[in-house]
């Protein structure tokens, strides 16, 4: 059975809107989502095979590293990546951003930041052309 996911593309930072096609919890394809405001259904060739990016390598559980990784539960893994970062003073954190994040995890990176008091935030913007 195919089901069709509305979602953010994630080959750039422009943000368009396309629709996913799942099989079998696989993404097999996209198609243009017609009424998202940025692209108008739209989508350019990495936005077309954008859906092969999550299948590569895809992670189905996270991992920790204990003797060499092992899988892990999300409550456990997210309970040490605090108790890691508590471990650091807001002035020993940075978080750096690229072109390739969506408006969406700009937003969630923003949050996260403050949320942590750090005030160190850079941006790569290496993915922009030379003007």
């Known amino acids: 059975m ?7 593309c994630p080959s750039c930072s422009v943000g368009c809107g396309v629709n996913l096609i799942i099989k079998n919890q696989e993404a097999v394809g996209t198609y243009p989502y017609k009424r998202h405001p940025v692209n108008q259904g ?4 990495k936005g077309r095979n954008s859906f092969q990016i999550l299948n590569e390598n895809r992670l189905q559980n ?4 204990k003797n060499g990784l092992e899988q892990a539960r999300w409550d456990e893994t997210l309970d040490t990546i605090v108790s890691q970062i508590k471990k650091y003073s807001p002035q020993e954190i940075g978080i750096v951003a ?13 949050k996260f930041a403050e949320s942590l008091g750090v005030k ?11 003007f």
């Open 98 to 110: 690229s072109g390739n994040c969506t408006n969406q995890e700009y937003e969630t990176l923003k």
């Open 120 to 130: 160190n935030i850079g941006y790569n913007a290496g993915t922009f052309p030379y």
């Open 2 to 8: 195919l089901k069709i996911a509305h979602t953010i």
């Open 42 to 45: 739209k989508n350019c060739e």
């Open 62 to 65: 996270p991992l920790i590293r």
